[in-house]
C-alpha cells in the first residue's frame, strides 16, 4: 500500500470538476487490494476517522473531495480481471480507467454501451455516480450494464451482489447480513442521479450504483457488453426557428427505430456562439440538432428528407473519418469552450441539470425560454441530451444581483421538473454541492430515509461523509 502525506502530493486530490474549493485531508491511502482497503477501513473505524473514496477525479460534484479526515484513492485497483467474449462479459477492478478498458476490450470486437463522456473516469466512479455518456439515448445510464459489485464495508464485511438474485420485498431489500427499508420516495422514471435509488421491487444492486461512495468501497465489478458498433455518421441540422424545436425532436423519435440514432442533442442560438471561431461552418443566428446514426445510404437519405423537411437552413455531415472526428470534436468543444470562458471572466456557472418524461418535455423547454427571455441580462444558453428530455441550462451571472437571480432560477427549475414527473439531477449525483436542492426535490424525510439506509451500511458514519446529504442528517436518524 501507498501512503502520501506531503501536501503537495495530496493537494490534487483535494479537486475534481466542480469548483468545490472547502476540501481539507490529512492523508491518502492508496490500497493495491482488497485486503489492504479492509485494513484501512478497519484503522478509520476503530479511531472514528473520516475516509472518502477517491476514483479519478473527473466527477462535478465535489463528491471524492472530503472536508475532513482522509481519501481511499481507488487508482492502484486498476486490473482487468477476466473477459468473457462469448457471454459479453467482462470483471474489472473499481480503478481501471474507462478508455483503457474500451480499447482492450475493442481487440475482442466488443463494447461498452454506457461509453461515457469523459473516458478518463475509472469504472467505479462511473457506477458510483451512474455515468451517462455519449450514446445514452440509444443505451441508457451505467446502471444498465452492470450485473455484478462487490462492495467492502466500514464494518470489515464484504458484500457481493449480482443482478436478479436480491429484490425489494414487503418494504426491505435483504442483503443476508442485514435488512435495508425501501425509502419513502421513489426515483421518478426519468434520466436521474439524484440520492439513492428507489422502485417497488427493485434489484438490491440499483441502490449501491449511484450512491456516490457513501455506502461501501466498490473493489470489483462485472459489467455486460455489446459487440462494436457498426460505422456512424454524424448530421448537424441548422435551424432558425428555436421555437418549435420540441415538435422537430418529437417527430424524429417518432422515426427512432427505422433511423437507429446513437445520439440526439440540441445545440441554442447562444451555445453555438461558443463554438463559431472553431467551427466558422455555423450560419449566423442558428440553433442545431446533431445526431449521430447508423452509417447507411439509406439512413441518411432519410435524414436528408427530415433536414428539409424541419427547414434546415444548412446541414453538414461527417460520414468519413475525418470529417466524423471534426463533428465528434464540434460536440466535445462546447463544454470545454464554457469553462475557459467562465473562467476568463471570473464567474461561476449555475448548472440546470434536470430531465422530464417525455409528455412533458416541451413545458420544460418552454419554461425555460421564457427565462431566458425574462432574463436577457444573464447570460445564459441551453444545450445537450434533448433526445432525452434532458438539457443543460447554464447561467453565467456577473455580479451578485445575477447571481441571487440564477440562484432563484435554478430552485425555480427543479421545481418544475419535479412538478412534471422528472428531476432536477439526470447526471453527476449531488456530491457537496447540491443538498439543499435534493431537499427541494424530495422532501426532508425523503433525506432521513437515505440516512437512515446509509448508517445500516456504513454504521460507523465516516464514509464519504457529506455526500448526497450533510453528514448531521446521520445523527438525525
Ligand atoms: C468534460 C466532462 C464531461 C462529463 N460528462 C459527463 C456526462 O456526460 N455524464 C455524466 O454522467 N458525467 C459526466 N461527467 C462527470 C464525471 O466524468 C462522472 O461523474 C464520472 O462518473 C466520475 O468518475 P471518477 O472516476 O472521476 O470519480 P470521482 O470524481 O473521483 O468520484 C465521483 C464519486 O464516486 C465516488 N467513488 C469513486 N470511486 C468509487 C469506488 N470505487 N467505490 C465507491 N465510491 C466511489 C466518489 O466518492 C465520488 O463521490 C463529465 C466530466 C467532465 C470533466
Redesign the pocket.
Known amino acids: 500500500m501507498k501512503l502520501k502525506e506531503k501536501i503537495d502530493e495530496i493537494y490534487s486530490y483535494l479537486e475534481?470538476?466542480s469548483n468545490f474549493k472547502a476540501g481539507k485531508v490529512d492523508k491518502v491511502y492508496i490500497p493495491e487490494n482488497e485486503e489492504e482497503v479492509c485494513d484501512i477501513l478497519e484503522i478509520c473505524a476503530k479511531t472514528n476517522k473520516p475516509i472518502?473514496?477517491?476514483?479519478?477525479?473527473?466527477?462535478?460534484v465535489g463528491?471524492?473531495i472530503p472536508l475532513e479526515g482522509d481519501i481511499l484513492s481507488?487508482e492502484a485497483l486498476n486490473k482487468i480481471i477476466n473477459l468473457s467474449p462469448e457471454e459479453k462479459t467482462a470483471s474489472l477492478q473499481?480503478?481501471v480507467i474507462v478508455d483503457d478498458f474500451l480499447k482492450y476490450i475493442e481487440n475482442f470486437n466488443l463494447f461498452y454501451p454506457p461509453f461515457?463522456?469523459?473516458r478518463t473516469?475509472?469504472i467505479?466512479?462511473?457506477i458510483?455516480?451512474?455515468?451517462?455518456?455519449e450514446y445514452s439515448f440509444k443505451f441508457g445510464p451505467t446502471r444498465n450494464y452492470v450485473k455484478r459489485i462487490k462492495l467492502i464495508l466500514t464494518t470489515g464485511k464484504i458484500l457481493e451482489i449480482k443482478r436478479g438474485e436480491i429484490f425489494e420485498k414487503n418494504g426491505f431489500i435483504d442483503y443476508g447480513i442485514f435488512k435495508v427499508p425501501l425509502p419513502s420516495y421513489r426515483t421518478p422514471d426519468v434520466k436521474s442521479?439524484a440520492g439513492y435509488y428507489s422502485k417497488d421491487g427493485m434489484d438490491g444492486i440499483d441502490l449501491i450504483i449511484g450512491s456516490?461512495?457513501t455506502l461501501?468501497?466498490?473493489?470489483e465489478v462485472e459489467v455486460s457488453l455489446i459487440e462494436n458498433l457498426p460505422p456512424r455518421f454524424i448530421m448537424i441540422m441548422f435551424l432558425k426557428n428555436e421555437e418549435n424545436i420540441p415538435q422537430i425532436i418529437k417527430k424524429i423519435k417518432g422515426k427512432k427505430d427505422e433511423l437507429e440514432i446513437y445520439s440526439l442533442e440540441f445545440f441554442d442560438k447562444k451555445a453555438l456562439l461558443f463554438l463559431k471561431n472553431d467551427f466558422p461552418f455555423i450560419p449566423d443566428d442558428t440553433c442545431a440538432i446533431y445526431i449521430e446514426g447508423k452509417n447507411e445510404i439509406k439512413k441518411i437519405e432519410k435524414w436528408i428528407e427530415i433536414s428539409e423537411e424541419i427547414a434546415a437552413i444548412d446541414t453538414v455531415i461527417g460520414e468519413d473519418p475525418h470529417n466524423y472526428k471534426k463533428l465528434i470534436d464540434f460536440r466535445h468543444r462546447l463544454?470545454e469552450n464554457i469553462n475557459s470562458y467562465f473562467k476568463k471572466i471570473g464567474t461561476t456557472k449555475i448548472a440546470v441539470d434536470a430531465a422530464v418524461p417525455e409528455s412533458k418535455f416541451e413545458d420544460l423547454y418552454m419554461f425555460y425560454r421564457k427565462i431566458i427571455q425574462e432574463n436577457s441580462e444573464i447570460h445564459s444558453i441551453l444545450f445537450g441530451h434533448i433526445g432525452e428530455n434532458h438539457l443543460h441550462f447554464n447561467l453565467f451571472p456577473i455580479n451578485e444581483r445575477q447571481k441571487e437571480i440564477s440562484y432563484k432560477i435554478y430552485e425555480e427549475s427543479v421545481k418544475k421538473a419535479v412538478s412534471l414527473g422528472g428531476t432536477g439531477f439526470a447526471?453527476?449525483?449531488i456530491?457537496k454541492i447540491k443538498h439543499k436542492y435534493l431537499e427541494i426535490m424530495y422532501g426532508k424525510q425523503a433525506i432521513l430515509d437515505m440516512a437512515r439506509i446509509k448508517k445500516i451500511f456504513d454504521p460507523y458514519c465516516i464514509l464519504?461523509l457529506d455526500?448526497i446529504f450533510p453528514k448531521e442528517y446521520l445523527k438525525l436518524v
Open positions: 475534481d470538476s472518502t473514496i477517491s476514483g479519478a477525479g473527473t466527477g462535478t463528491g471524492r481507488t473499481a480503478g461515457p463522456t469523459e473516469a475509472f467505479g466512479g462511473n458510483s455516480t451512474n455515468a451517462s455518456g442521479s456516490e461512495g461501501g468501497v466498490i473493489t463544454p447526471e453527476h449525483g456530491g464519504s455526500n
